[in-house]
């Protein structure tokens, strides 16, 4: 049986070089496709592009966000600021206000992101130091390895989570069709009640009777819908036992097995029928918000 992944997960790595100290950080929740969001420090760029790279290399689905601290070594921490980037969007306040700007004003620029970098000058240095960028490369490689473990840590219980309630499913399915058998006898009680309370019981054409029995019967057989379902089920079986990518697939069955829950609601002429389907449909809620879990 191949593994399932869920979505969901959490990984840290920490380590310390002579320069200070680093940690990867890498979180994933549920998403429709493969979004990675990646938060280096001034001067990584590259080692940004790298970690979407691999991180799509591993996951097919989800939200991700990695990011990556460092800690300069030494007692004090050095404050950079962008001058350029500072002297553009003061500019450009002056133009739109037609005027001097106050300090507060100045002070609110310098809180735009690019503006004053902590560490900065530092950081950018050891940035350009191939030893430290491959080193940090390597380590974000292994925290998306620890996510991925997780996610399939989440995906194991959802695997055993969704096979109960496929068995749930079946047996319910199994007690809808026992009831199914009942469905002739109970309309031909309707339709002579009917008749009856009309009058014309006695008016009918018992070939004409029969015909139209045939006809009702027909509309209500059921054993096309239980047919589909089991079915469905085993695909079910087939998704959860082959390991993910499975999510998308297993969303779209979950659609079709509600659309013969339906199905059968619709064509009951029982109540003990009609609760049946409306507990298959219970139960096909709770596996479509589980399969939104899946990868």
Do not use: Y
């Not at 009680?189 to 009917?194: E, N, P």
């Not at 499975?246 to 109540?271: I, P």
Request: glycine share 8%; proline share 1%.
């Amino acid at each position: 049986m191949s593994k399932l992944s869920g979505m969901t997960g959490f990984a840290r790595l920490t380590g310390e070089e002579d320069w200070g100290a680093w940690a990867w950080e890498a979180k994933s929740v549920n998403g429709r496709g493969l979004d990675v969001r990646v938060n280096t420090p001034p001067g990584f760029d590259a080692l940004e592009r790298h970690v979407k790279a691999a991180a799509s290399k591993v996951f097919n689905r989800g939200s991700l966000q990695v990011s990556l601290r460092i800690e300069m070594g030494g007692a004090t921490e050095s404050v950079a600021i962008n001058e350029a980037f500072l002297d553009k969007l003061v500019d450009a306040t002056r133009q739109a206000h037609q005027g001097e700007l106050s300090s507060e004003a100045i002070a609110t620029l310098m809180t735009v992101k690019g503006v004053v970098e902590a560490g900065g000058d530092n950081i950018r240095d050891l940035a350009a130091q191939e030893g430290v960028s491959a080193m940090l490369s390597a380590a974000a490689e292994k925290v998306l390895a620890e996510l991925a473990d997780a996610r399939l840590a989440e995906g194991a219980s959802l695997q055993s989570i969704m096979g109960k309630l496929v068995d749930e499913l079946e047996e319910t399915a199994k007690q809808a069709a026992s009831l199914a058998g009942e469905q002739p006898s109970l309309l031909k009680a309707r339709l002579s009640k009917q008749l009856e309370e009309l009058g014309a019981s006695n008016q009918v054409d018992a070939e004409r009777l029969a015909a139209e029995l045939a006809i009702t019967a027909a509309k209500a057989d059921v054993r096309e819908e239980l047919d589909r379902l089991s079915a469905h089920f085993e695909t079910a079986r087939g998704l959860l036992a082959g390991g993910s990518p499975a999510g998308r697939k297993l969303d779209f069955l979950a659609q079709e097995l509600n659309r013969e829950a339906n199905t059968l609601c619709s064509k009951s002429v029982s109540l003990d029928l009609t609760n049946a389907g409306l507990g298959l449909k219970g139960i096909i809620d709770q596996f479509k918000e589980q399969a939104a879990n899946v990868e």
